[in-house]
């Protein structure tokens, strides 16, 4: 199964503000474990509150975690997990993405992380595509294809505090594995 969160955190102190956004995502109370970006096969995606429920304090969880942070007053900072499934998720794979920019709003973050995750599976698939065009073309190409159904993204953008304490924000894909 997987589940999809984001969080942000504000302190003075870097660490401290990474721990509030991980709070604010839920997934705190966990040790976190991240992997690389394949969405398996088969994989069920259920939504944070029931994945959630599955895991216990202290558990190592894996996932695809993206973060940025900054303490640069009014500085934009985003992170953003983006998604691509195959038509035949029971069979193929998926891509996720991490992206974790300056200066980009929640909807470009997760554009782009979308991009680089459908990009990736359209690779794989042999899905033939110009990669200077606008992603919104390609999007089309990947599901016109019927190779690739879906895409998504989950992105969480923050300004940096006014005062200059630090400003994390964190995206993540969390995977829970069958027992």
């Not at 709070?23 to 970006?37: D, E, H, K, M, Y």
Request: proline share 5%.
């Amino acid at each position: 199964k997987i589940f999809f969160t984001k969080g942000v955190g504000v302190h003075k102190e870097y660490l401290t503000s990474f721990e509030m956004a991980l709070r604010s995502a839920g997934i705190a109370p966990f040790n976190l474990v991240t992997v690389s970006s394949i969405y398996p096969p088969g994989c069920k995606r259920i939504s944070r509150e029931d994945g959630l429920k599955l895991l216990q304090p202290g558990s190592i969880v894996y996932a695809v975690m993206a973060r940025n942070a900054t303490n640069e007053p009014n500085r934009l900072v985003a992170a953003s997990i983006g998604a691509a499934l195959p038509q035949d998720p029971q069979q193929n794979y998926g891509y996720l993405s991490e992206h974790h920019p300056f200066g980009e709003t929640e909807e470009k973050a997760g554009g782009y992380a979308e991009d680089l995750a459908a990009t990736m599976l359209a690779t794989t698939m042999g899905i033939e595509f110009n990669p200077d065009t606008a992603w919104d073309e390609r999007e089309q190409i990947y599901k016109m294809s019927g190779k690739i159904v879906k895409t998504l993204n989950i992105t969480q953008s923050a300004l940096g505090n006014k005062d200059g304490l630090w400003t994390s924000v964190i995206a993540a894909a969390v995977l829970i594995m069958d027992e």
